[in-house]
């Protein structure tokens, strides 16, 4: 019997280190207890790990094995280094395991790493900075309790996220430090050990009281991205039984009202949440580790007209929506110019994660490439599948590239149906993002004019396929 001390319950590093050994050397996986240098260790007498020097030789995993392996580790359960274990030596002797999904040893791994890209997504959404002083000026602090061990592994996208600012995010086991040049860690602490609140916090409830739409309320998709547990650390949170109750006292109101036969089966909303939800743990590329979280898109699901643009801009990634940023706003304008209500569209983007490069303090928009439109064409297909919209707008090369499958000449193909294999007719135009680069404002406002005329074109061609 072997034991196999690791650093820490993150330590990847050390378990890929032991396990490599005790693959070596034959070690089976009932052989090998592993543990976490100050747990409670075992009476039973143990042989040291095979040596480094004594396991010669080498063998590789694919890196869909190691990528999963990063993530599963940092759950908490205590089984999951030997369970990673058995799945490397599995993968070992045959390199194509990972690909039976139906594998009960790579489903369990899979849920675990699931568990923790979305601990590692909430932990983004819903870390909430205070303001305090101290001797060096203002010091950003936060609370967090993470479900697993994610604290080192997020303390990258903090860093990277808040560069300028100097910050401390305190959890029940670790805590981080950044002070504008160097991350540090010291230990956990209690909720106590942070503010209670600051005085932006009132302006900040006074903004979400005024965008929250009752009409639009999902109480279970609203608890499924928002679990109550982090509802202590969010100064809005406080805000929500009294918002809910205004919308549950207008929901009764409706039911007065006898309700017009749904358009489509109800599960189709359903099967929406479980989509949006699916997504927002989405690893299918490497943008979602800079990115803030997943934009889905959003909208009616039994919109005739849907319209794709590129991919979330810095607006859009920090909140969570698509099109609420610039663009966004010359797109409503030009739809309301058009005469199309932008309730009755769903719109959603190509690529589903903000791809940047840092600049200073501001995050530049960097176009993506085929394998990340590749990547994300996954999620535009289950869009499509569940709303079958009669017309499909795609705005810009991006969102041209993702629909038809093809690298397509916006010049040449605009203004005219392309039909597609599903039966549903593709219209090409501009992203509202070039009008907003154009230098010469007399170009500018001929580029603009001309959209706002597609849209035209594009809301009536909706209203003739209707009839």
């Known amino acids: 019997m072997f034991q196999a001390l690791l650093s820490g319950p993150d330590d990847f590093d050390g378990w890929r280190d032991a396990a490599r050994r005790f693959a070596l050397a034959g070690v089976p996986p009932q052989d090998i207890d592993w543990r976490v240098e100050g747990d409670a260790g075992s009476l039973l007498a143990f042989d040291k790990p095979p040596p480094a020097d004594q396991v010669g030789g080498a063998f590789s995993v694919p890196r869909a094995f190691l990528e999963l392996a990063e993530s599963a580790i940092l759950h908490r359960d205590p089984e999951r280094f030997a369970l990673l274990y058995a799945l490397l030596l599995d993968v070992r002797e045959q390199r194509t395991r990972m690909d039976d999904q139906a594998d009960p040893l790579v489903r ?88 209670a609140g600051d005085p932006v916090e009132d302006m900040w409830k006074s903004y979400y009281a005024s965008i929250f739409n009752p009409a639009r309320l999902k109480q279970r998709a609203m608890l499924s991205e928002m679990p109550k547990k982090y509802w202590r650390n969010l100064p809005e949170a406080a805000l929500i039984p009294g918002l809910v109750a205004g919308a549950q006292a207008r929901e009764a109101a409706m039911i007065a009202t006898p309700p017009k036969a749904p358009a489509r089966p109800s599960n189709v909303t359903a099967a929406w949440a479980a989509l949006r939800e699916e997504a927002a743990g989405c690893t299918r590329c490497h943008l979602y580790r800079d990115a803030t979280q997943t934009v889905f898109g959003e909208g009616p699901l039994d919109a005739a007209l849907v319209i794709v643009g590129e991919q979330p801009g810095d607006q859009e990634d920090l909140a969570g929506r698509p099109f609420v940023g610039p663009a966004g706003q010359l797109l409503d304008h030009a739809l309301e110019e058009a005469r199309i209500d932008r309730a009755s569209i769903y719109v959603t983007n190509a690529v589903k994660h903000f791809k940047y490069e840092r600049r200073g303090k501001r995050r530049i928009h960097q176009t993506p490439d085929t394998p990340e439109i590749n990547a994300c064409r996954w999620w535009l297909d289950q869009e499509l599948d569940l709303i079958r919209p009669r017309v499909l707008l795609a705005m810009g090369a991006t969102a041209a590239r993702a629909i038809l499958g093809k690298t397509v000449t916006i010049s040449r193909t605009r203004g005219a149906p392309i039909p597609l294999e599903n039966g549903i007719e593709a219209w090409v135009t501009v992203h509202p993002s070039f009008l907003l680069r154009v230098p010469d404002e007399a170009r500018k406002a001929q580029e603009r004019a001309r959209f706002v005329e597609d849209l035209r074109d594009i809301g009536e061609r909706v209203k003739a396929l209707a009839r």
């Open 108 to 195: 369990r791994v899979e849920v675990l790493a699931k568990a923790v890209r979305r601990d590692i997504h909430k932990m983004r959404a819903f870390v909430r900075f205070r303001e305090v002083q101290d001797d060096d000026g203002a010091r950003f602090v936060a609370w967090f309790e993470p479900d697993h061990h994610i604290v080192r592994a997020n303390a990258g996208f903090f860093v990277r996220r808040f560069a300028s600012m100097r910050w401390s995010i305190l959890t029940p086991e670790i805590s981080i430090f950044w002070d504008g040049e160097r991350l540090n860690e010291g230990p956990g602490a209690s909720k106590t050990d942070a503010p």
